[in-house]
């Protein structure tokens, strides 16, 4: 069994997302393998709070993603402004963005 877990590439810590924006949030495909057994995840938001995650799993950014498009395209949703939320990226293996600012 193959682990999938690309580095996301953007958003970045500089990163400000405005409520309502389109977001193309990146990910390298550089080190996954061709013939991954479960290429599909999801991509959840989330902010760190006491140095733990907090991830909205009931409202994910995306489901259905194929992890060697190395992208996709999310509305920012209406949440409140904070300067340390994340983007992970689920599937067998979790991958969090660095904090950044909606």
Known sequence: RDVVDPPITSPTADTVWQVGEK????????????????PVGMLVLGYMYN???NLMLSSPLATNINYTNGQALITVPDVETREDYIVVLFGDSGNASPEFTI
């Open 23 to 38: 977001q193309l949030v990146t990910w390298s495909t550089d080190d996954l393998s061709p013939n991954v057994t479960n």
């Open 51 to 53: 140095n733990s995650e």
